[in-house]
C-alpha cells in the first residue's frame, strides 16, 4: 500500500520539464484563454499529447506563484454548469512575460537541436 | 522590479498578510473544487465514485502538503509563519514563568548594563555638543611632524594664537573659526574666594556657537580689541545660580578673578557649560590671557600650542572642500617652518576632540565595553544553558513536529521566534532599567572621582544611537543564545526519540552534553577573568596603602601656592615666601617647614634630559627644586655627602642625585663629584646622594630622580611642606591665618601629604570596584549556570542514578560521581580563565603600585574562591542524586 502511493507520486513527477519551463507553458496556456486550474491541466495534456504531464501537486503552487509575481490575476466566477470557480487570466506583465520567456525558449531550443543534429564523424 | 510590477502585487502580498483567513478559505475551496473535477472525471471513465476520489486526492499529493506549499508560493508563510511562532512562543513563555523570569532576568541585567555604559560612553564621547545646529561644527586638530621645536600648553595638537588668525582670515569654508584656551584656573576674589575653571575665547565665540546668553551679552569685536585691554566677564549660569545666589543684578557688576576686576556682561544660557568634558564657569577675552596668567605671554608665542578651534562651516560646504581649504593655509605657514609637514584631523565636533584625548579614550573604552561584554556572554550562557535544558524536555514535541512533515528550518526559524521574544523583553526591560538609573550610576561615581572634575558635562540620556546599541545588542543576544540550542535540538533521531519516551536520553545525548559543558566553562573562564582582575587591584590597592614609600608621609601638612598667577613678581614673592616660612616656623607645634617645587605624590613632575660628560646616552631624569629643610622634613635621609646649605640657588653647582640614580649612572664608582650635564649644556657636580623614595610615582623605586637647590624663581609657584607634632586641624588653621594675615585675598587649602595618596589610589579604586562588580554579577550568573546544569543533569539520571544504588553503589559514590562530572568543565573553564588572565593582565600594571602583574596571592586565592562556589553550587543538586530512592526511580518507567 504505501508502496504503491510513492510510486504514484514519482509518475506524475514533472521530470521531463526543464526547470522553468512551467511557469512558460503555463503562462502560454492562460493567454489563450481565462481558465481555472484543472481546466488548465487538462489542456496541457491534452495539447501536449500526454507528452508534459504536470501533478496536480505541483500545478496548484505554480499558479499561485504565478499570481505572486503579478502575471496573472485570478477572479472568483460561477461556471457553465453553475459551480463557482477561480478563474486565472494573464495580465499585461504577463503578455510580456510570455513573451521574453518564449524568445528565451527558441533561442535555446534551436541551440541545442543544432548541437543534436551534428553529424558523428 | 518596475513600479507598475509592485502596482499589481502589493496588494495581493498585502491581502494575503491581513486576510490570510480569507485567502486560506480561497485556496481550500480552490482545490475542493479541482477535486470534485478531477474525480467526476475518474467516474466518468468507470471508477466508483470512492476510488475516484481516493485517485483524485492521490493526484494532487495530500492536501495539506499542497496547500503548504501554495502558501510558500504565496510568499505570505514567513510573515504568517513569524506571527504564529510568536503567539506559539508567547505560550510557551506564558506555561513556563520560572523559566522565562530566570532568563529575562539574566538577559536584562547583561544587556542593561551594557546599554547603561554604551550611554555613558555616548554622552562623553560621541554625542554632538549641545549648541543649536552642532552638526555644522567641527574641530580642528594639527599634528606636526618632522624635527620641530614646539611649546605646548593642555596639548600638542593645539593652535598657537598667529596660526589661528591665519586660518580665520584665509578659510572659504566657514562661517565663523574661534579659538579658545581651555581649563583656564583662575582665584574668585571679593570674598568669595573659589578656585574656578574657565575658558579664554576669541570674541566671536558665542556667535560662532550659536549660543546667546540668557542674560545681558555675550562678547563684541571690541572687548578683543587690545590685549589687556577689556577687563570683561560672561560666566555661567551654575555659578551665578550658585556662588552668586542668583543675584538678580549681577550683569554690570564687577568681580575679582586673580586680583584683577573684570565687569560681568552677561550670564551664559542656562546648560551651556563650554564645550569640553569639564565645564567651565567663565569665558573672558583671549586678550585677558596676561591679566590672568601673568607668569606666560600666551598670545605672542607664535610657537605655542594652547587654542583649541572650532569653526562653523557654511551652508553646503562638505568635509572634502573644507579639508582641502584649511589643507592650502596649512601648507604655507609649513613653508615658514622648514622641515615641519602639518597634517590636519577635522571632525564635527564633541567633548572629546583632541588627537591626544581620542588615543587615550579609545583603548579605556574597548577595555570597559569588553569587561562588560563579558558579563552579557555569561548571561548569554546561562540562558542558553536553559534552552538546552529545556529543548530535551521539549524534545517529543520537536520530534513529532518534524515527523509531521515540518522542515529543520522551519523549527529553528520557531526556536529561534521564541528565543528572540525573551531577549526582547530581556533587552528592553534593562534598557529601560538602564535608561532610568544610569543617570544616578554616574553622578555618584562622578561625585567620587578627585575633585578637580567633580562635575562632568556629560549627559547620558538615551539618544537614536543608545537606542540603535541597545537594539542590536539584543538581537545578538538572542541570535547568540538562541541559535546553538536550536540547531542542537532540531537535529536529532526521530526514530529513537520517538520510541522512547525522550525523557532518559539527552538531545543527541553526547553532543549535547558537550555543549552544556563548554558553555558552562566559558562561563566559569569569563568569571575567572573579571574576578582575578578585581582582585589584583584589591591586592594593588592594598599593597599601596601598606607600600613603605621610601620617605615619611604622617605628620607633613602641605600647601600650593600660585604667587605668579596672583601678580607677584620675584620680589615680591621672595619677600612674602620669606615672612611666609619665617611666621609658620613660628606656630606652636611646628617643628620645620621646607618648601619645593613638587611635593611628594604630588603629580606635578619636571624632567629633563642629562648627559654624563665624555658619554653619548641621554637619560631622562626627574628633578625638583627643594629647599635644605626638604630632607629631613618628608624623612629622606641623605647617605653619602650633604645635603643642601642655606645659602645654596639655582646658581649653585651642587646636585642631589637618589641611590638608584647614581647605580645607573656610575656603576660600581662613588658618585660624589661626578659631573652631569643638563640639556641647555650647563654643567653640576654631585654633592650628595638621597636615599630611594617614591616621591614622583607611586609604586615605582626605580625612577632616576634628582634635587638642584630652590632659588628665588621658585618661589612663585611653590609648594610648602610643615612638619608638625600635634593635630592636624590646628596647624592647618594656624598655617591658614598666617597666610591670611600676609595676603587676604590668596586661595589656600591645607592638607595631609598623605592625602596625595588617595589621588594615586582613586583610579584604580575605581577599576577594581567596577570589575569587582562586573565580576560578581559573572560570578552569581555562573554560580546558577552551574548549579542549573548540575540539577538538570541529576534529573536525567534518576534512572541511571536508581540502578547503581541497586546495584550497591551508596550515596558518596554517587555524590563522587556527580560531582566529578560537575566540576569538569568548571575546572577546564577556570584553567582557561587563569592562563587567559595572567596574558593580559600586564595592562592593569599602572594601577598595581608596584605589586607584580601575576601576583601569587590573587591567583591562588581569586580561583579557590571560585571553586568553592562552584563545589557549592554542584553539592547542592548533588545532595539530591544520593537522595533518589532506586525503587521508585525503577518503577519511573
Known amino acids: 500500500m504505501i508502496a504503491s502511493v510513492t510510486e504514484d507520486i514519482e509518475m506524475s513527477k514533472p521530470s521531463d520539464l526543464v526547470q522553468g519551463t512551467l511557469d512558460m507553458l503555463l503562462l502560454k496556456i492562460l493567454a489563450l484563454e481565462p481558465m481555472n486550474g484543472f481546466a488548465v491541466s487538462q489542456r496541457l495534456k491534452q495539447v501536449s499529447g500526454d507528452v508534459l504531464q504536470v501533478s496536480d501537486g505541483s500545478l496548484y503552487p505554480a499558479l499561485h506563484k504565478l499570481e505572486q509575481e503579478g502575471w496573472m490575476t485570478a477572479e472568483w466566477k460561477t461556471s457553465e454548469n453553475g459551480r463557482r470557480a477561480k478563474y486565472y487570466s494573464l495580465t499585461r506583465l504577463g503578455r510580456r512575460q510570455l513573451e521574453k520567456e518564449a524568445d528565451n525558449w527558441g533561442r535555446l531550443s534551436s541551440a541545442i537541436s543544432r548541437v543534436i543534429k551534428l553529424k558523428e564523424a | ?893
Open chain 2, 1 to 893: 522590479m518596475r513600479p507598475e510590477h509592485w502596482l499589481y502585487t502589493i496588494p495581493l502580498r498585502l491581502r494575503s498578510l491581513f486576510r490570510w483567513a480569507q485567502a486560506d478559505q480561497e485556496l481550500d475551496d480552490e482545490l475542493r473544487d479541482h477535486l470534485d473535477l478531477k474525480t467526476e472525471q475518474y467516474v466518468a471513465q468507470g471508477m466508483t465514485q470512492e476510488e475516484a476520489h481516493r485517485r483524485a486526492r492521490l493526484d494532487l499529493g495530500g492536501i495539506e502538503q499542497t496547500k503548504e506549499k501554495c502558501r510558500d508560493a504565496r510568499g505570505v508563510n514567513l510573515v504568517e509563519n513569524f506571527f504564529q511562532d510568536l503567539r506559539y512562543g508567547l505560550r510557551m513563555l506564558r506555561q513556563n514563568p520560572g523559566f522565562t523570569a530566570a532568563a529575562v532576568l539574566a538577559i536584562a541585567l547583561g544587556v542593561g548594563i551594557n546599554v547603561g555604559i554604551f550611554s555613558v560612553l555616548n554622552g562623553a564621547a560621541l554625542r554632538l555638543l549641545p549648541i543649536p545646529r552642532a552638526e555644522q561644527v567641527v574641530s580642528i586638530d594639527q599634528i606636526l611632524h618632522g624635527r620641530v621645536k614646539r611649546n605646548a600648553h593642555n596639548g600638542s595638537s593645539m593652535f598657537s594664537y598667529s596660526e589661528y588668525l591665519d586660518y580665520r582670515d584665509h578659510n572659504h569654508v566657514f562661517s565663523g573659526l574661534l579659538a579658545y584656551e581651555p581649563f583656564v584656573e583662575a582665584t574668585l576674589g571679593g570674598g568669595k574666594m573659589k578656585e574656578l575653571t574657565g575658558t579664554l575665547a576669541t570674541c566671536n565665540y558665542f556667535d560662532v556657537l550659536g549660543e546667546h546668553p540668557g542674560q545681558g551679552r555675550g562678547f563684541l569685536e571690541s572687548d578683543c580689541a587690545a590685549p589687556g585691554g577689556n577687563a570683561v566677564v560672561v560666566i555661567s549660569d551654575d555659578l551665578w545660580r550658585g556662588t552668586f545666589a542668583s543675584h538678580a543684578s549681577l550683569v554690570g557688576k564687577r568681580i575679582i578673578l586673580n586680583r584683577t576686576a573684570y565687569t560681568v556682561v552677561g550670564i551664559a544660557p542656562p546648560g551651556f557649560k563650554g564645550t569640553e568634558p569639564i565645564p567651565s564657569s567663565f569665558w573672558a577675552p583671549i586678550t585677558m590671557q596676561k591679566a590672568l596668567d601673568p607668569w606666560s605671554d600666551r598670545m605672542a608665542d607664535d610657537n605655542l600650542s594652547w587654542l583649541a578651534v572650532l569653526g562653523r562651516v557654511q551652508p553646503g560646504v562638505t568635509m572634502e572642500q573644507v579639508r582641502a581649504d584649511l589643507g592650502v593655509i596649512a601648507g604655507r605657514i609649513d613653508l615658514l617652518h622648514p622641515g615641519r609637514t602639518t597634517s590636519l584631523a577635522i571632525r564635527t565636533a564633541t567633548f572629546f576632540n583632541r588627537q591626544m584625548e581620542r588615543e587615550i579614550l579609545t583603548p579605556v573604552v574597548s577595555v570597559i565595553l569588553a569587561a562588560f561584554g563579558l558579563v552579557l556572554l555569561v548571561a548569554c550562557a546561562n540562558v542558553a544553558n536553559l534552552l538546552l535544558a529545556r529543548a530535551s524536555v521539549r524534545q517529543k514535541e520537536i520530534a513529532l513536529r518534524l515527523s509531521i512533515g515540518a522542515s529543520r528550518w522551519r523549527l529553528v526559524r520557531q526556536l529561534l521566534t521564541e528565543s528572540l521574544l525573551l531577549s526582547l523583553i530581556g533587552g528592553t526591560l534593562g534598557s529601560l532599567l538602564a535608561f532610568w538609573s544610569f543617570e544616578a550610576i554616574t553622578r555618584l561615581i562622578i561625585s567620587h572621582l578627585p575633585h578637580q572634575v567633580s562635575t562632568l558635562a556629560v549627559n547620558v540620556a538615551p539618544d537614536f544611537r543608545v537606542l540603535g546599541y541597545a537594539l542590536g545588542l539584543t538581537f545578538l543576544t538572542g541570535i547568540g543564545f538562541g541559535l546553538i540550542p536550536a540547531l542542537q535540538s532540531s537535529r536529532q533521531d526521530l526514530n529513537t526519540s520517538l520510541k522512547e519516551d525522550g525523557a532518559h536520553s539527552g538531545p543527541g545525548k553526547r553532543s549535547g552534553r558537550f555543549l552544556r559543558n563548554a558553555l558552562v566553562g566559558t562561563q566559569v573562564a569569563v568569571c575567572m577573568i573579571l574576578l582575578l582582575a578585581a582582585g589584583l587591584l584589591l591586592r594593588g590597592l592594598y599593597h599601596a596603602q601598606t607600600v613603605d614609600p621610601g620617605f615619611e608621609m604622617k605628620g607633613v601638612a602641605t600647601m600650593f601656592l600660585n604667587l605668579g598667577q596672583q601678580g607677584y613678581d620675584d620680589t615680591r614673592g621672595t619677600a612674602f615666601m620669606g615672612r611666609l616660612r619665617q611666621r609658620i616656623s613660628e606656630l606652636p607645634g611646628v617643628i620645620e617647614v621646607a618648601q619645593a617645587e613638587c611635593a611628594p605624590l604630588s603629580h606635578d613632575f619636571s624632567a629633563d634630559a642629562f648627559t654624563v660628560p665624555g658619554r653619548v646616552e641621554k637619560i631622562g631624569i626627574e628633578y625638583n627644586h627643594v629647599s635644605p629643610e626638604y630632607f629631613s622634613v618628608v624623612g629622606v635621609p641623605i647617605v653619602r655627602g650633604r645635603g643642601f646649605l642655606p645659602g645654596e640657588t639655582h646658581d649653585s653647582p651642587g646636585v642631589v642625585v637618589t641611590e638608584s640614580t647614581a647605580r645607573r649612572l656610575w656603576p660600581d664608582e662613588d658618585a660624589l663629584a661626578k659631573t652631569l650635564r643638563e640639556s641647555r649644556g650647563r654643567e653640576y657636580s654631585v654633592i650628595g646622594v638621597a636615599r630611594d623614595a617614591q616621591v614622583a610615582h607611586l609604586g615605582d623605586v626605580h625612577t632616576t630622580y634628582l634635587y638642584f637647590p630652590a632659588g628665588t624663581q621658585d618661589n612663585l609657584r611653590v609648594y610648602v611642606l610643615v612638619r608638625y607634632a600635634g593635630d592636624f586641624p590646628a596647624t592647618a588653621r594656624g598655617i591658614r591665618n598666617v597666610v591670611q594675615s600676609l595676603d587676604a585675598d590668596l586661595p589656600v587649602d591645607v592638607t595631609k601629604l598623605e592625602d596625595y595618596l588617595e589621588v594615586w589610589r582613586q583610579p584604580s579604586r575605581i577599576v577594581a570596584a567596577l570589575s569587582g562588580a562586573l565580576g560578581a554579577l559573572a560570578l552569581l550568573l555562573a554560580s546558577i549556570g552551574v548549579y542549573g546544569v548540575v540539577s538538570y543533569s541529576v534529573s536525567r539520571r534518576v534512572h541511571e542514578i536508581g540502578v547503581r544504588m541497586a546495584l550497591g553503589a551508596d550515596g558518596g559514590e554517587i555524590m563522587n560521581l556527580v560531582l566529578r562530572q560537575a566540576m569538569r568543565p568548571v575546572l577546564v573553564g577556570g584553567f582557561v580563565g587563569v592562563a587567559g588572565c595572567a596574558a593580559v593582565s600586564w595592562v592593569l600594571s599602572s594601577m598595581l603600585f608596584g605589586l607584580s602583574a601575576h601576583d601569587p596571592m590573587a591567583f591562588v586565592i581569586v580561583p579557590l574562591l571560585l571553586l568553592i562556589l562552584a563545589l557549592v553550587a554542584s553539592y547542592l543538586p548533588a545532595r539530591r542524586a544520593t537522595r533518589v530512592d532506586p525503587m521508585v526511580a525503577l518503577r519511573y518507567e
